[in-house]
């Protein structure tokens, strides 16, 4: 354990940071921290004890409290509720900008008063705030609302609905929560549900016997138990046909099925995952999907964001895509590029994005794409203009990534962007 303090009156406390299972700090009401357990040490280094070390400084390298700072503050929120907080929040590691699930213990003295707080800091896997080929990449308010929803749901068996426009990656979402859940070392299965007709859905999902129909010429594994154990991704569910979806309701309710075929029912053990781009609700009303079915699988609904809802993501983006589709010789954007895609309202989302980045680096005679290159590569349209909220949206973005790398000197960033100070508290309100 790292001791940082000289006051003794905390060594108690500091004790319990070794019963933690995960990188811990103590930390005291005025946001100083005081002591670190070994696991704190080994994943985010040693603490620098040459001058008073800062929660916020630590962290974010901000000059003052999240709460002042724009972001949430676990520990005013806990120091006001009196009881455990949690949050996500982007922090600075040795190996750079990383998401962290941050939880707030309140420990209180004998005399009921609050004395201290443990800060419990667990890496998040699963999402990167850098560039990234294989996690889900981004640090907009957007995106990290998003992370936090699956790592409350990731460790539960609890169904899980994933929502949102076709393209927003909600197959990559799904292979998160099974990535943070006690089923990761197990299968993830998935099954595209559109387009299969009754009789091909039944056969994938359930399987079936040797002669059970025309050109059954062999016993067929079926994908739920393919799946046992593990997680079962049923992709676009709002495509099912409704003379099957009774049978979906079955296995969820009873944890049985039956192969095209067979008498035998068969156990299966899987979490379930469903994703669609429908109103499912309005699929019921219209009698289109079950409104049972609909209640089991909805159990968790998660919504991921379209991408013009997180335009300060699409360079972090762009950048994993770019690694992506070229791993041998990565290509990169100009400044303006960049500025450019911003500008697209991508109805196609991250799937057009990608589109148009694979023409620009097929047509690219260098690794640097201009934005002239990317233009030519749009669908014969050139990008309409951003509404004005959008546009600030951008630009507020680009400020606050501003403030993170001038550690939250406003004077710094004004005279960078060669703006009075008080134009730059203007344009952040």
Known sequence: MQIISSDRNFHTSAGLLDGFDYPAILVSSNYEILAAND??????????TTTQPFCYQVSHQYSKPCDEAGESCPLASCRKSGHREKVLHIHNTPRGREHVDVEMLPIFGEDGELQY?????KPVAHASAQASSELMVGTSARFNTLIEMINRVAPSNASVLLLGESGTGKELAARAIHRASLRKDMPFVTVECAGLTETLFESELFGHTKGAFTGATFNKQGLVDAANGGTLFLDEIGDIPLSQQVKLLRLIETGTYRPVGSIEALRADFRLICATHKNLKEMVQKGLFREDLYYRINVFPVHLPALRERVEDIPLLAQSLLAKIAPQQPCTLTADAQLLLQRIPFNGNI?????????A????ATTVIAADLLRSCLDGEQPEARTLADLRSVERGYIKRLLTEFAEDKQAVADHLGISLRTLYRKLR
């Not at 707080?117 to 800091?121: A, I, K, Q, R, Y």
């Open 39 to 48: 696991l704190y040490t080994r994943t985010f280094g040693h603490i620098d």
């Open 117 to 121: 707080f443990v800060e419990l800091l």
């Open 351 to 359: 799937r057009e994005l990608r589109n148009i980045l694979e023409r």
């Open 361 to 364: 680096v097929l047509l690219s």
